[in-house]
C-alpha cells in the first residue's frame, strides 16, 4: 500500500524545514523565489494532496460543498450533480456526493457527516422530516441551498420546475387530443413538488369541466419492489377499462407503466395515451414515442450552485424572494398523446 505523501516528505526531499514548507504550501512568510519554486515542483511531482480537513480548521474554508440528493443514480440527479460539479471546479470546489434514498434517518446521518467535514455550503433535496437538520445549519450560518423542492413556511433560497404548471399543461394536452378518462399514478412520499404536481393534475381537470375521480388516483409506496408496483399498475389499469390515458409524476413510474401497458398487450395511443414527467432515453426510442414533461435540469443545476457560490464569497444578495426560483418546464409532445396516431 503507498504511504501518503507529507509535508515532512517534501521537506525532507528538498533540504528545507517542515515549517519553509508549510509556509509555502499556505503562502506564508518571506521565502524566496527559488525555493518556492523547489518546494511546489517536488510537492506535484510526487503527488502531494493537502488535507482538506486540515486546511478547514486552520482557515475555516474547506472549498468542499456538500450535495444530499434523493439517489445520485438517477438520471435526473446524475445530470444535475455533473453540471454542479462542474461549475463548482471553475472556482476550485470540490463536491461530496450523499444520497438519502427519500429516508428521513440516513438524510440526517449525511447531514451529520457533511457537517463533520466542514463543508463550506450544502445543495440540498429536501425530505419531509429534516426541516430541523436544515434550519440548523442556516441558523449557524451555513449557506444553503435547496433544489428540486423546498420547505413551505422556511425561508431559504431554492431552485426547481414549476411542478404544478407543468402538470397542468400536460393534462391540458390530453384534454385537446380527446382524452376525458385520466389516470394519474404518483408516489406515495410525502415531497412538496409531488403534492404540487397532483395540484395542477386535479386543477387542468376542473378548468376543462371534468370530474375529479379518487378512483383514477393510484399512489405506489416508494419502497415497493418494482416487479410489484408493476402488477399494481396493471391491476390499476384493467380495473378501468375507459381510462384512456395516464400521467406518471416520475420517470420512474413511467418506465413502469411502459412495461405494465406492453404485458397488457395495449397499444399506446389507441388504448391508452401515457404521459410522464421526466425525461428518459427509452422514451423517445418506445414506438410511437412516449410525450413528457422535461425539466431544464441544467439550468436548474447551474442556477443552485451560482446561488451557493454567491453566498458562500459573500456577495451582496438580492431579496429573499428573487432566490426562490420555478422555472417552467417543456412539454416533449410525441406519439403517446398524437391525435395522428390515435386515429
Do not use: W
Not at 11 to 17: C, E, G, I, V, Y
Not at 56 to 68: E, F, P, Q, Y
Not at 121 to 133: Q, S, V, W
Not at 242 to 252: G, H
Amino acid at each position: 500500500m503507498n504511504k501518503k505523501v507529507s509535508i515532512k516528505d517534501i521537506a525532507r526531499l528538498t533540504n528545507t524545514s517542515i515549517t519553509t514548507v508549510s509556509f509555502v504550501l499556505n503562502g506564508k512568510g518571506h521565502i524566496s523565489k527559488e525555493i518556492i519554486k523547489k518546494v511546489l515542483d517536488k510537492a506535484q511531482e510526487i503527488g502531494y494532496e493537502p488535507n482538506r480537513m486540515a486546511i478547514g480548521l486552520r482557515t475555516g474554508v474547506s472549498k468542499v460543498i456538500g450535495l444530499v440528493v434523493e439517489n445520485i443514480g438517477g438520471p435526473f440527479f446524475g445530470e444535475m450533480s455533473k453540471v454542479i460539479e462542474q461549475e463548482a471546479d471553475k472556482l476550485g470546489y470540490r463536491i461530496l456526493y450523499c444520497s438519502t434514498d427519500n429516508s428521513i434517518s440516513k438524510g440526517k446521518d449525511v447531514i451529520r457527516m457533511l457537517t463533520q467535514q466542514l463543508v463550506d455550503g450544502y445543495i440540498i433535496t429536501p425530505l419531509k422530516g429534516l426541516e430541523e437538520d436544515v434550519q440548523k445549519l442556516v441558523d449557524q450560518g451555513k449557506p444553503v441551498v435547496l433544489v428540486d423542492g423546498y420547505f413551505p413556511g422556511l425561508n431559504i433560497p431554492h431552485v426547481l420546475v414549476d411542478n404544478y404548471n407543468s402538470v397542468n399543461k400536460a393534462v391540458n394536452c390530453f384534454i385537446q387530443g380527446g382524452y376525458k378518462r385520466i389516470g394519474f399514478v404518483t408516489s406515495d412520499l410525502d415531497l412538496i413538488q409531488l403534492q404540487d404536481r397532483l395540484m395542477g393534475y386535479k386543477a387542468a381537470l376542473k378548468m376543462n369541466g371534468l370530474k375529479e375521480e379518487k378512483e383514477l388516483m393510484l399512489r405506489l409506496p416508494y419502497q415497493m419492489d418494482k416487479d410489484q408496483s408493476i402488477e399494481e399498475i396493471k391491476s390499476f389499469i384493467e380495473a378501468h377499462p375507459d381510462m384512456d390515458a395516464i400521467l406518471f409524476t416520475t420517470n420512474y413510474l413511467g418506465i413502469m407503466g411502459l412495461r405494465s401497458v406492453k404485458e397488457l398487450g395495449l397499444n399506446i395511443p389507441s388504448d391508452i395515451a401515457m404521459i410522464s414527467f421526466d425525461e428518459s432515453e427509452i422514451f423517445s426510442l418506445f414506438p410511437p414515442g412516449i410525450t413528457t414533461i422535461q425539466q431544464p435540469v441544467y439550468q436548474i443545476a447551474k442556477l443552485a450552485i451560482d446561488m451557493l457560490l454567491s453566498q458562500i464569497r459573500n456577495e451582496e444578495s438580492t431579496d429573499a424572494n428573487e432566490m426562490k426560483l420555478q422555472i417552467p418546464s417543456n412539454l416533449i409532445e410525441r406519439g403517446s398523446t398524437s391525435k395522428t396516431v390515435l386515429s
